[in-house]
């Protein structure tokens, strides 16, 4: 299954609501897919799974929704340390696959 | 404290082999299925393989046939033994935790592959 993301980059103020989007070339039953967020240098950390259910400890700003083979992460409010690159995943059909990544720096 | 530390990387030349390791503390192996996901410099993440038993194994295409993900029990630990390497297997190689999802992540190991 393979996984788009837009856009590629995305540059925003502190403050900001962000809408980024993942799209399947399959339908991913189940709603198995998760977003992850990756800063410089370090390993990647779950945001969220089976689409929509935030991970533990992970601020409610963080809302995921989505089914079938369009999904979507939304940050309702940028804090300075949201910027990162944000990949989704699906887990659904071996391979499991990534997105290329959507960058949200800061403009 | 969940905890995931990968040892083993290191710079190797094309066509050798290579195993890393990753310990884990805080939970059982056995409990959950445990992946290896690699990143090339500058590039994005690529999952390689998970373990869930000796009969559910799974790799990517990319690496079928050359990498062999085990594991451990007494010790804990996962393994990925990896031949017959190429210049772009270079990356940073994580473990991960999970089957829904990575919810633990090690701090990674670097593979070069370089003449």
């Known amino acids: 299954i393979v996984l788009t993301q837009s856009p590629g980059t995305l540059s925003l103020s502190p403050g900001e609501r962000v809408t980024l989007s993942c799209r399947a070339s399959?339908?991913?039953?189940?709603?198995?897919l998760g977003w992850y967020q990756q800063k410089p240098g370090q390993a990647p950390r779950l945001l969220i799974y089976?689409?929509?259910t935030r991970a533990t400890g992970i601020p409610d700003r963080f809302s995921g929704s989505g089914s079938g083979t369009d999904f979507t992460l939304t940050i309702s409010r940028l804090e300075p340390e949201d910027f990162a690159v944000y990949y989704c995943?699906?887990?659904?059909?071996?391979?499991?696959?990534f997105g290329r990544g959507t960058k949200v720096e800061i403009k | 404290e969940v905890q995931l530390v990968e040892t083993g990387g290191g710079l190797i030349q094309p066509g050798e082999s290579l195993t890393l390791s990753c310990a884990a503390s805080?939970?059982?192996?056995?409990?959950?299925?445990m992946s290896w996901v690699r990143q090339a410099p500058g590039k994005g993440l690529e999952w390689v393989s998970f373990?869930?038993?000796?009969?559910?194994?799974y790799y990517a295409d990319s690496v079928r046939g050359r990498f062999t993900i085990s594991r451990d029990n007494s010790k804990n630990t996962v393994y990925l033994q990896m031949s017959s390497l190429r210049v772009e297997d270079t990356a940073v190689y994580y473990c991960?935790?999970?089957?829904?999802?990575?919810?633990?992540w090690g701090q990674g190991t670097l593979v070069t592959v370089s003449s």
């Open positions: 991960a935790r999970g089957r829904w999802g990575f919810d633990s």
């Open positions: 805080g939970f059982a192996v056995t409990s959950t299925y």
């Open positions: 373990f869930y038993s000796t009969s559910s194994t």
């Open positions: 399959q339908i991913i039953g189940s709603n198995y």
């Open positions: 089976d689409a929509s």
């Open positions: 995943q699906q887990y659904y059909r071996s391979p499991w696959t």
